[in-house]
């Protein structure tokens, strides 16, 4: 390592690419950047059509193409969707079996489709735990949408918020710090590419976070409907983000600062 850089606070990944919340005010406006979403309610809209939980999933995965696509057409910049959580292998070893089938399948058929449609694929989560065809087909996919400049389309597999915070934190200690700022564990989490998400939407009626991206949501806009993943289209989009444009987001300022900051801005 260079004086240089010793002095600026030595080595491991450059800063986060995107303003804190908490250190600043983000650039925001009627669009959100970032919209992060929990899918749940696909065991549910089986279990009303009497069907095994798994016709939920494969219904739960046609719902994401289209969820896809609308955010593209809207101008989101990033969506990031929790597929699979760090709990989920609590569930039985069948249903369990079934959600790496699908996901591999959905690896195998989508990512030509995503790349033909400029989308850039991240996967975040801790990946030692799934089957080396299924490592093997995420980086694939990676590689090739890693220059896609249209929207960037995160799936969040095996992640846990408590497991992102401990990786950074592991990394942390690898990297030799004895004192850590916001930035340097911004940096070390698994999504540092992202700005923090405008948005959060949960669907399927439970109003918790389910150990979702812990340190990120701390100024998000939360949104919760009963309307069940695979029921959820570009209307049901559409009127989050409506629910979005109607909230003041003030950032810990008072709503006449915030009046002032957008006047100061137009002038
Ligand atoms: C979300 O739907 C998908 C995953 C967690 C993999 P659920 O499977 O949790 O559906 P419900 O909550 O049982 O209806
Ligand atoms: C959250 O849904 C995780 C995903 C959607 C992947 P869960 O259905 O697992 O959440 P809990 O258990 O109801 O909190
Ligand atoms: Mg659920």
């Known amino acids: ?28 406006d009627g669009v959100p950047r970032h919209v992060a979403i929990i899918m749940d309610g696909n065991g549910r809209w089986a279990k009303q059509r009497h069907l095994p939980r798994f016709a939920g999933h494969k219904r739960g995965v046609e719902a994401v193409r289209a969820i ?22 609590r569930r039985p070893a069948e249903e369990v079996a079934l959600l790496m089938q699908l996901f591999q399948a959905a690896l195998a058929s989508e990512a030509e489709k995503l790349h033909a449609n400029k989308v850039r694929l991240k996967v975040v989560g801790d990946l030692e735990r799934f089957d080396a065809k299924i490592r093997h087909a ?32 592991n990394r942390l200690l690898k990297d030799g710090k004895t004192e850590v700022g916001e930035k340097d564990l911004a940096a070390r989490l698994a999504m540092s590419y992202a700005p923090e998400p405008d948005l959060f939407i949960r669907t399927g009626g439970e109003q918790r976070v389910s150990n979702f991206l812990l340190w990120q949501l701390a100024y998000t806009e939360l949104y919760f409907t009963e309307t069940l993943w695979p029921d959820f289209d570009a209307a049901a989009l559409d009127e989050a983000i409506a629910s979005y444009r109607q909230r003041e987001r003030r950032f810990g300022r008072t709503s006449e600062q915030v009046a002032q900051s957008k006047r100061a801005e137009v002038a």
């Open 138 to 169: 995420i980086l694939q996919a990676e590689n090739l949408t890693a220059a896609n400049q249209a929207l960037t389309l995160t799936i969040a597999a095996n992640y846990g918020g408590r497991w992102d915070l401990l990786q950074a934190f």
């Open 1 to 28: 390592m260079s004086k240089a850089a010793a002095a600026k606070g030595g080595s491991g990944p450059a800063a986060p690419a995107h303003p804190s919340s908490t250190q600043g005010v983000p650039p925001h």
């Open 68 to 89: 896809v696509q609308a955010c593209g057409e809207r101008g989101i910049a990033y969506l990031t969707l929790f597929a699979f959580s760090s709990e989920n292998w």
